[in-house]
């Protein structure tokens, strides 16, 4: 195990290669899915912006809030 | 075929079909890694004069083939979305750009990773180097000239102009090792005959070029469909889908 792990004296080139790769292939899996759940999200609002203005709105940016 | 296309086209359509295809794609992909990953470190034999530095190329080579294949892919669709004005053209090449800066980037740093024990050094000022460095900047251009315009119209045209301009670095990466005299080795799959790399070394190779090429399938459809929301913002079925 540990020579396979040493890679024959190569492991700390070989192994770093395939963590940056892989994770890398794996940030972009979940930052695709929430560019999806953002969408989602944007559109939400938006629909519920559209039958009451302010709605979904952060409390400080309804309207009537005090500037 | 052209109803089937316009179907396909359409986009309450494509959002479903993505949503359905992008778990199978990845999860194929995904099992093709481990297969790839268990034949490039465990099953194929060391390299006769690299050893074992070698097994970098299972996910350099990949890398480096993904990085040029979805700039094509990312130009070419931008072109038919700037020509024949498709949103849904212009929505797969913004969202191939993250996908291949991010296998240009593992390009970069697998290759210095591989670079420093056989030639010596992380980085030269290479031909092949150089321009595939280029290429990380032409993508970080793109994504970079989107995000700078409200206008989603507008930067879906703009962008599409600096994609297929970029285009002409595609073949100078690819032909850098041939034109000039450059540090970094030929291709040993891609040669006319036969290729130059053993079988129980190839095979799992060609397994990593599957599963990537598989991977960008997948993630390309899931960013898709966010691309999709967006432009499709004051649609009928969107209103639909969030109060569903």
């Not at chain 1, 759940?37 to 409390?59: I, V, Y």
């Not at chain 2, 097994?55 to 038919?80: D, Q």
């Not at chain 2, 697998?110 to 990380?136: C, F, V, Y």
């Not at chain 2, 879906?156 to 970094?184: C, E, F, K, T």
């Amino acid at each position: 195990m540990s020579e396979f792990l040493s890679m024959g004296g190569y492991g700390v080139f070989v192994w770093p290669s395939f963590v940056v790769t892989l994770a890398l292939m794996l940030i972009n899996v979940f930052a695709a899915r929430s560019a999806v759940r953002r969408a989602l999200l944007e559109a939400r609002q938006r629909f519920a912006r559209e039958r009451s203005p302010g709605a979904g709105d952060p409390p400080w940016q309804r309207e009537g809030a005090a500037q | 075929m052209w109803t089937w296309f316009n179907k396909l086209a359409s986009p309450p359509h494509f959002y479903r079909l993505a949503g359905t295809l992008a778990p199978w794609f990845g999860w194929i992909a995904g099992a093709l890694i481990i297969a790839g990953l268990y034949g490039g470190l465990v099953l194929a034999p060391a390299d006769y004069q690299q050893g074992d530095a070698f097994r970098i190329i299972y996910v350099h080579a990949p890398s480096a083939w993904m990085s040029l294949f979805i700039y094509v892919v990312m130009a070419l669709s931008a072109a038919i979305g700037f020509i024949w004005r498709m949103k849904l053209a212009h929505a797969v090449a913004a969202a191939s750009a993250p996908i291949g800066a991010s296998f240009t980037l593992a390009t970069l740093v697998t290759g210095a990773l591989w670079g420093q024990p056989m030639w010596g050094t992380w980085w030269a000022w290479d031909p092949r180097l150089t321009s595939e460095l280029i290429l990380l900047f032409l993508y970080i251009g793109y994504m970079a000239l989107r995000a700078s315009m409200d206008d989603l119209q507008r930067a879906d045209r703009a962008s599409a102009v600096l994609a297929i301009v970029g285009l002409v670095n595609v073949p100078i990466i690819h032909y850098s090792v041939v034109w000039w005299n450059s540090l970094h080795q030929v291709s040993s799959v891609t040669r006319l005959g036969k290729p130059t790399i053993s079988t129980s070394m190839l095979v799992p190779l060609l397994v990593m070029f599957l599963a990537f090429t598989l991977y960008y399938v997948a993630v390309l459809l899931v960013r898709v469909r966010a691309e999709v929301l967006r432009r499709e913002r004051n649609a009928g079925w969107v209103r639909e889908l969030v109060h569903a």
